[in-house]
């Protein structure tokens, strides 16, 4: 039977997303498998591979009958669908395929105005919704059709498609849905839309009924007070890991994840702006994250076991070394010029550089390379675009913010999203290429030659995991 390739033994995940980050060949398993077995969950708690996240509201309670729950479309979604708290406020892989299997394909998700293939797909039989839902299944990518701006300064020369839809007039992009979470700590919404110059709360109202139009298929316009009621709802959500397998709560002995902390949590556009633009005028500071600061001397204790020592250990090495690893970066759209230097030093915290959220403070996106052709997946369409002026040519699986803007610099270009409950929504990326932390950290090392350790890719993973 297909599996997807998150359905994994917890053994593969000690260096994933999941049971562990310590030793992959630690021997004795049965403090974590007690501590699983004993756990229990919190109010709006939700397990996931890595132990547990927290989803707390800034109105203090969690409405469920706010239109974000409801239908309001002409077909059963509702945001939730694709917004649910137990995958991370978005869609996870894991999500979606549960949902394939219990439903055998018929799950409100499935719809082909947004998902699958191609929009005339055949859904006929249950091996056919499996062939024509593979990367929702696999990725948690939705479906969207563009087309190009005829002002755009590129047009798209040639379609690789396997699906046989998209051609040089209209094509397919998938993308996961960007998280309804933390939006109160972000500068702007989505993986490459604009600047949010009415405010991320005015943004999130025009989602809320752009998306009901779209993916709810509404006809009418979402009334203005349900798209307040929504747009309130959405900016007041606060999500964040809770607890770890190992390392026992994550604001426990002085420790201070989870929601609640993260609540707590100054925000305002251009906080610790990389470029000294802080409106505060702070200077830029490297250390962007401090919430495991305390466990930087764990030692086993008669209420520390030496597992949970260890792991916290290990997620404060793994800060640290966010924080303040150095490597150089080059070519990096949005970064390197943004800078004005053609090899930068930077750290992860350069990109992700408010505090204790890990998002970008200011409008800026950057282009790593994750839209190559060569790091698309087997049935992602491959768009040739072409410089208009330059003759230049790229071969990408998604355009990024260039879909909106037309600008050839802007092609391949994605926010850095914020960090925070990053456990529960596997896959990454904006369409869902890497499967676990482990990979996201893998690549990163691979693409800039950072050079880590294994345990230094360990440490990072166990630090991204208990976010």
């Known amino acids: 039977m297909y599996k997807p390739s998150w359905v994994l033994s917890c053994g593969v995940f000690l260096v994933g997303s999941g049971c562990g980050a310590l030793d992959p060949n630690a021997g004795d398993q049965e403090e974590p498998k007690a501590q699983l ?18 989803t707390a509201h800034t109105s203090g309670v969690i409405d469920t ?31 979606a395929a549960t949902k394939f299997y219990l439903s055998d394909g018929l799950d409100p998700l499935f719809n082909l105005v947004d998902t699958g293939s191609r929009p005339d797909a055949d859904v006929s039989t249950s091996q056919a919704r499996r062939d024509t839902f593979d990367s929702t ?13 005829p002002a755009a300064e590129f ?58 139009r779209l993916h709810g298929q509404r006809v009418e316009p979402l009334s203005p007070e349900d798209a307040a009621a929504e747009r309130d709802f959405m900016f007041g959500v606060i999500f964040a890991q809770s607890y770890d397998w ?48 305390a466990w930087e001397n764990e030692q086993p204790s008669p209420t520390v076991s030496p597992w949970q020592a260890a792991a916290r250990a290990s997620i404060y090495r793994g800060q640290e070394l966010f924080n303040s690893y150095e490597f150089t970066v080059s070519d990096v759209k949005g970064l390197n010029d943004v800078l004005g230097q053609p090899v930068a030093a930077v750290t992860c915290s350069t990109c992700h550089n408010t505090p204790n959220v890990g998002g970008h403070s200011v409008f800026r996106q950057f282009d790593i390379g994750s839209a190559n052709e060569e790091n698309c997946g087997a049935a992602l369409p491959i768009l040739t675009l072409q410089n208009k002026t330059t003759g230049e040519t790229r ?61 230094q890719k360990l440490d990072l993973t166990a630090f991204l995991r208990a976010l």
Not at 75 to 86: F, G, I, K, L
Not at 138 to 146: E, K, L, M
């Open 65 to 95: 009958s706010n239109p974000f729950f409801l239908v309001r479309g002409t077909n059963p979604r509702t945001c939730e669908t694709c917004h649910a708290a137990s995958q991370g406020w978005t869609i996870s892989a894991m999500g």
């Open 155 to 212: 047009a798209v020369a040639a379609v690789s498609d396997p699906s046989g839809f998209s051609d040089t007039t209209r094509v397919s992009a998938f993308r996961r849905p960007s998280p309804t979470a933390n939006e109160s700590k972000v500068p702007n919404t989505g993986w490459a839309g604009g600047p949010a110059t009415a405010g991320v709360p005015a943004a999130l109202a025009a989602t809320a009924v752009g998306a009901t």
């Open 137 to 149: 299944i696999d990725r948690a990518v939705i479906r969207f059709t563009r087309t190009i701006n």
């Open 246 to 293: 190992l390392a026992g709560r994550l604001d426990a002995d002085g420790a201070r994840g989870g929601a609640q902390n993260l609540m707590a949590q100054p925000f305002y556009e251009g906080i610790n702006d990389i470029t000294g633009g802080d409106p505060q005028g702070h200077p830029f500071n490297r250390k962007v994250f401090n919430i495991f600061d």
């Open 395 to 455: 071969k990408v699986c998604d355009m990024g913010r260039a879909t909106g803007s037309g600008s050839w610099n802007d092609i391949g270009k994605f926010r850095a999203p914020p960090l925070r409950g990053l456990a529960a929504r596997a896959p990454y990326f904006h369409d869902g290429q890497m499967g676990t932390i482990w990979d996201v950290v893998q690549y990163y090392d691979r693409h800039f030659s950072m050079g880590l350790s294994t345990q």
């Open 37 to 54: 077995q004993n756990y229990a969950l919190r109010q709006n708690e939700t397990f996931n591979l890595a132990g547990a996240a927290e």
